[in-house]
């Protein structure tokens, strides 16, 4: 081999090594390159989402709410404050389960929503109006006596029975039932079908509501989208506006607590209940009494306890099988308007029959004085209570009228004397509304009453008790249930709309 032949090898060898660790090197810094641009776009990932969780604060509508609930066209002094309420946003992880399973609509159109959905808040006690983003009309609702039905109006001017408004609860994680202010009705859907029901939180009435841009919302039960149009309907997912909610929060009034009973002292609060110390003679059979054994402080709980023992009518002397209690707060605490809430466990078995209600404190007269049942309980169906009103006969004031026994039901079995619940009434000049550990399931409208108006537009005083209903044939006895029998008082409290 000549030198020359040699010196080209070497340097053919030398040609090929530079060349592998120069695409080496190439390699090394491709992949770098790579990783460091994955960064920030992770980064801009979150940061857009956060975007867009902060940006539903830009929600915003022209409706405010009087007073009296209705809402009426306002401007705000500064032209950048809005007369609504944001509703509030979260950006959950991608295992988290308040993500909904929804698809996210094709980015063809800027007009469209984009990006991932996010989880929502909403305040159970303000009211929401739903506005279709393609028409710019409101989801209302009709029950009249043709139907329950929903459809798609202009926004009203002024709303104060509620038609427009709505509450949004969250039944389950990620689930909400609708239910429209003037009826207690929730908006269903058991099929393609869109209708007003009463509030029983069925599956059909259990929705899942997303935004994918912090302004507009999507509404859906399993695969199927709540559309506006000429009419309101459920559709496939589509890119269609039709599918896009505007939801704006009604400035409504906070509720200020204005008196409660905490029951944190040593004895029951002689300067506000009184005791009836009796037979109330209602068609029960036990005989009322204010001896301590039958109420009583403890634990910070007021306890109304029944016991079967025989006991006499101090007036008559006649002898009934049990005794228990009864107070109210009659000529020492009476409200015109509220919202009248209790936290309590209940007694269980066959004819017991505690009560959370309210009577009229001016007119002496039942039933013109009206009566508000804010809740009823009935021992032998231990999962539901019912709420009631009574009023006179617009014909005939001193025949009791009862305005339909409303009954609400405990998810999945739940029974009421196993745990503590919420129940309370919000009652203004227009309706009479009744939540159970704050889902709403009955509303009364008052405002279109004749001769017995005044039944609810006096103040009103409270009523605890525990009776036991006189035994039924075909019905389990009294006799057979345990006694003693407790009905435990957390607290009661009153507010209102200051």
């Known amino acids: 081999?000549?030198?020359?032949?040699?010196?080209?090898?070497?340097?053919?060898?030398?040609?090929?090594?530079?060349?592998?660790?120069?695409?080496?090197?190439?390699?090394?810094?491709?992949?770098?390159?790579?990783?460091?641009?994955?960064?920030?776009?992770?980064?801009?990932?979150?940061?857009?989402?956060?975007?867009?969780?902060?940006?539903?604060?830009?929600?915003?509508?022209?409706?405010?709410?009087?007073?009296?609930?209705?809402?009426?066209?306002?401007?705000?002094?500064?032209?950048?404050?809005?007369?609504?309420?944001?509703?509030?946003?979260?950006?959950?992880?991608?295992?988290?389960?308040?993500?909904?399973?929804?698809?996210?609509?094709?980015?063809?159109s800027s007009s469209k929503p984009q990006g991932n959905p996010v989880a929502v808040e909403f305040n159970k006690e303000k009211f929401y109006i739903f506005t279709n983003v393609a028409t710019g009309k409101v989801l209302s609702a009709s029950t009249s006596s043709t139907g329950r039905r929903v459809m798609l109006s202009d926004k009203l001017e002024n709303d104060g029975l509620g038609s427009q408004h709505w509450q949004i609860f969250e039944y389950k994680k990620g689930q909400y039932s609708l239910v429209v202010k003037n009826s207690g009705k929730s908006l269903t859907a058991p099929e393609v079908s869109i209708s007003l029901d009463d509030t029983r939180l069925l599956d059909a009435q259990l929705w899942k509501i997303v935004t994918y841009d912090g302004k507009n919302f999507k509404i859906s039960r399993g695969n199927l989208f709540l559309t506006g149009g000429e009419t309101v309907s459920m559709s496939e997912e589509n890119d269609s506006n039709t599918q896009l909610w505007k939801i704006d929060q009604l400035n409504t009034k906070d509720w200020t607590l204005v008196w409660s009973d905490e029951f944190n002292g040593s004895s029951i609060d002689r300067n506000v209940w009184n005791y009836?110390?009796?037979?109330?003679?209602?068609?029960?059979?036990?005989?009322?009494?204010?001896?301590?054994?039958?109420?009583?402080?403890?634990?910070?709980?007021?306890?109304?306890?029944?016991?079967?023992?025989?006991?006499?009518?101090?007036?008559?002397?006649?002898?009934?099988?049990?005794?228990?209690?009864?107070?109210?707060?009659?000529?020492?605490?009476?409200?015109?308007?509220?919202?009248?809430?209790?936290?309590?466990?209940?007694?269980?078995?066959?004819?017991?029959?505690?009560?959370?209600?309210?009577?009229?404190?001016?007119?002496?007269?039942?039933?013109?004085?009206?009566e508000i049942d804010i809740f009823e309980f009935y021992g032998d169906r231990p999962g539901e209570i019912k709420a009631n009103i009574w009023r006179g006969r617009d014909d005939n004031l001193a025949v009791a009228q009862q305005w339909g026994a409303k009954t609400f039901r405990l998810p999945d079995n739940k029974e009421f004397p196993k745990d503590f619940h919420i129940m309370h009434a919000e009652w203004d000049q227009y309706q009479i509304r009744f939540y159970c550990d704050g889902l709403h399931y009955a509303t009364y409208n008052i405002s279109n009453g004749a001769g017995d108006k005044k039944a609810f537009s006096q103040p009103h005083f409270i009523w605890v008790n525990t009776a036991i209903e006189n035994d039924k044939a075909g019905y389990p006895s009294a006799s057979t249930n345990t006694y003693p029998q407790d009905y435990i008082i957390d607290y009661i409290r009153v507010y209102q709309q200051k």
């Open 1 to 108: 081999m000549t030198k020359a032949k040699m010196i080209f090898q070497q340097l053919l060898v030398l040609t090929l090594v530079l060349l592998i660790i120069f695409a080496g090197c190439s390699t090394e810094n491709g992949v770098q390159s790579s990783e460091s641009s994955e960064l920030p776009e992770s980064s801009q990932a979150v940061s857009s989402s956060e975007s867009s969780a902060s940006s539903v604060s830009e929600v915003s509508s022209e409706v405010s709410s009087s007073e009296d609930g209705s809402s009426s066209s306002s401007s705000s002094p500064s032209s950048s404050t809005s007369s609504t309420s944001s509703v509030s946003s979260s950006v959950p992880s991608q295992s988290s389960s308040t993500v909904p399973s929804s698809t996210s609509p094709s980015s063809s």
């Open 276 to 370: 009836e110390d009796y037979y109330a003679n209602r068609g029960d059979q036990q005989v009322y009494t204010s001896n301590s054994r039958n109420s009583f402080i403890k634990d910070g709980n007021l306890v109304i306890r029944t016991l079967k023992e025989p006991t006499k009518d101090r007036y008559t002397g006649i002898e009934y099988p049990y005794s228990s209690a009864s107070l109210n707060t009659k000529g020492k605490k009476s409200f015109l308007y509220g919202k009248f809430e209790i936290r309590c466990k209940l007694p269980s078995g066959p004819r017991i029959w505690p009560a959370f209600w309210t009577d009229g404190d001016v007119d002496p007269n039942w039933p013109q004085r009206g």
